[in-house]
Every structure is written in C-alpha cells, then in structure tokens.
C-alpha cells in the first residue's frame, strides 16, 4: 500500500485540480457576476446550490478553489469560504439553530463569538448554557434534550485550554448535537478536528491559514449537506469572501505547513524560556509537560501551536509596562502572521464582556496572549527580556 502525502505536500497542491488554466498559481476572477449562455441555464444555476459561475455572492471559481483545498487538508466533503472568520461562525451557527433549540457553547470562546451566544441568540428564542471544554462529565450534564448545537475551541483563547475532541463528538453523536470546533488556533496543519468525529470546522483564514495579516476571511468545512445549509445563510447574509482574498488564502496555504512548523518550534522555545523566568508567574502553552492538556494535545494535534499564554507578577501595571517596552513584538490584535503580535486581553477586550465572564474565561490582569511569528526565536526572547528588564525598573 502507498502511503497517503504528508500534509505539507498536500497542502501546496491541495484544490490545485480546479486550475487548469495555469496549473501553477491561480488566476483570480475579479468579477461579480457571470455572462449567461440563455435564459434556461440562469433559471438552473439558481436551483443549484452554490453554484461557481453565477453570482459572486453565490460562488466564485477562485473561491471554489481555496474552498476545495481547505475541504481537503480537514478531510471533509466540502466546504464554504466566509469574508471574515465571524461570518463563518454565525452562519454556521444559524444554519442549524431556530427558535425553542438549546445551544452548548464553551466557556472560553473567541470574544465576538461569546457575545453572540449572550446577546445575540436568546434575542431569537435559543437558549444558550456554558460548559468547561476541559471537562468532559460536566460537558455530558449540560446537554438537554433540545440540544442541537455544540460549539468548541481547543486550545482556547486566549488560555489555550485543551478540549477532548473525540470525547465531544461522541457527546454530540450520543445526543443527536451537532458539533462545531473553531480551529483557528490549532491551524489545519496542527489539527484536523473532522478526523476526530467533529461534524463542523471552523476556522478564522485571517490569522494561520491567510499568515501575513493581510487578508480577513473566514471557513466552514464538514459534511456536503451542512455546507449546503451554511450556504443558505451566506446568500442570505451575505458575508462571501472576495475572489482576491482567495486568491491570497490559496497563496497562504502553500506555505502553511513550513510557517506552522516553525510557529510551533519558536512558540515551544519562547514558552520554555518564560516558564523559567522569575518575572513569569504562570505560563500556559499545551506543549509543555506540565501544562494540563499537555497529554490531550500530544493526542489529537500534530503540533502544539504558535501561540503562547503567560502571566507576568506584578498584574496590570507590569503587564502594561511590558507590552509597551517592547522593541521587535507588536502590540496588535489578531495572530497567526509572520509578525509577532502581542496582546494584554484584560483591558483590550475589557469593554466587550463582562468581569464575570472574564474571570471564568481565566483572563487575569497580569495575562498576556502571544503570537509567535516567523522572526528567530532568540530575537523573540531577547526582546521579551530587554522589555521585562525595562519594566522592572
Ligand atoms: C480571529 C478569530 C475569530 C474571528 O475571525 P475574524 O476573521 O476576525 O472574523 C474567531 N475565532 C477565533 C479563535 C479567532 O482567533
């Protein structure tokens, strides 16, 4: 038997089939709208679901590509891109839910994603409870009968928790849920939840898979009719990604597997380094030993990840100083580029959520949430040094 290609050759090939005009990079079709041969053929394209050559809020070949692609390195049957990774996430989420439905969400989650199942969809008639992803009997006790979706991160942001994947989903097949996993933070290089049992993968194109902060786009890949039901709500919705966004997704996704490999190295080295420090009071990376997910992790992810978690002594202020002192890391949103950004969750998504909901989301003052960029990783720490010395003082 022949063995299957390793990730990193499927993904700088992966959808390339849908592109036979060049066979090599993709061309971008920068319109929004198709020439139709005859009346008939445009009354078929809108029986169809998601067909490529119509509409560009309905389907683009350009997006049809980047859409093969991503289906294929998660191992499902199809999948939708999004313009945002938020798009994705709620017409996802109201692709499945209506009225008098019960919904399971973690209790650390994405901040507009938490928002959404607090302000959003009890306005709708679901309602919504919170479980600790890290705690599979509780997870069990919180579904109901009505449950009809459970939605996840592993690891969490920004806490980087790790959830039992295959556990969930037999909870989810047990109870007749759907489940969904958010797998921005892991990357489809470091984890395929699909091939865990997971019905529905989400992930934010911005951050890995995009990898250089240049584009916003979001993705849902799982099982065709799924999908079909996604579509419904991003024709309705209308979050679709730009041909040109795809374009650049695709291009990112060619070198996913090298930029994630040394993502996780450089995070691995930096985690190390901090959790011998003394101005470190606590460091959360799933690839350390003494990380409680850590077993989990070297189960189901193929990698630990990029980003690094840490509490510096001192609270707010000394994490304030910090982020402010540094030279070569970036204080910005967002993750997964070839920068290192650097962010203090505490008071930058202070406004959005309330104290409650970020004391049980474990997002103290002194925590800092760190994208490991494609930099060398004794820069990365020489810095994170020069500006812990700087905030001592
Ligand atoms: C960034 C992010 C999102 C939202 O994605 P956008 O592209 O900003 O809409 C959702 N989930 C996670 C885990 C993220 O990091």
Redesign the pocket.
């Known amino acids: 038997m022949t063995r299957p290609p390793d990730f990193a050759t499927r993904s700088v090939h992966a959808g390339g089939g849908r592109n036979p005009s060049s066979g090599i990079a993709p061309p971008i079709f920068q319109t929004s709208t198709f020439k139709l041969a005859s009346a008939r053929e445009g009354v078929e394209l809108m029986q169809m679901s998601a067909p490529e050559r119509f509409y560009t809020r309905w389907g683009n070949p350009t997006t049809k590509q980047l859409e093969a692609a991503i289906s294929e390195l998660e191992g499902g049957e199809a999948a939708l891109a999004f313009s945002?990774?938020?798009?994705a996430?709620a017409a996802t989420t109201f692709s499945i839910l209506s009225a008098g439905d019960h919904a399971l969400f973690a209790k650390a989650l994405?901040s507009?994603?938490t928002e959404m199942a607090q302000q959003v969809l009890p306005r709708f008639g679901v309602e919504v409870s919170f479980a600790e992803g890290s705690d599979l009997a509780a997870l069990r006790s919180a579904v109901r009968p009505r449950t009809k979706l459970i939605f996840f991160?592993s690891p969490t942001?920004p806490t980087l928790e790790i959830c039992d994947l295959e556990g969930l989903a037999r909870i989810g097949r047990e109870s007749g849920a759907l489940t969904v996993v958010?797998n921005?933070?892991a990357s489809p290089y470091n984890q395929n939840p699909l091939r865990l049992g997971i019905d529905l993968v989400l992930h934010?194109?911005?951050?890995y898979i995009g990898g250089h902060s240049d584009l916003?786009?979001?993705v849902v890949a799982g099982k065709r009719e799924h999908i079909e039901a996604c579509w419904k709500m991003l024709k309705i919705f209308g979050a679709c990604l730009s041909p040109f966004e795809a374009w650049l997704a695709i291009r990112g996704l060619k070198t996913l597997a090298v930029r994630v490999e040394r993502q996780n190295a450089s995070a691995l080295a930096v985690a190390r380094h901090l959790a011998r420090h003394p101005a470190v009071e606590r460091v959360h990376y799933p690839g350390l030993p003494e990380h409680p997910g850590h077993g989990l992790a070297r189960k189901q992810m193929r990698g630990f990840g990029g980003m690094v978690s840490f509490e510096v002594r001192g609270g707010l202020a000394a994490a304030t100083r910090l982020v402010e002192s540094l030279k070569l890391i970036t204080l910005a949103v967002?993750?997964g580029g070839a920068e290192s950004l650097i962010v203090h969750p505490a008071s930058m998504i202070h406004g959005l959520l309330s104290e409650e909901t970020l004391r049980a989301q474990g997002i103290l003052p002194g925590l800092l949430r760190f994208s490991v960029g494609l930099e060398a990783p004794e820069d990365l720490i020489a810095d994170l040094e020069q500006a812990m010395a700087a905030g001592g003082r």
């Not at 945002?84 to 798009?87: E, R, Y």
């Not at 934010?204 to 951050?207: F, G, Q, R």
């Open positions: 945002s990774g938020m798009g996430i994405y507009a994603t991160e942001n958010d921005t933070f934010s194109m911005t951050k916003t786009g979001g967002s993750l």
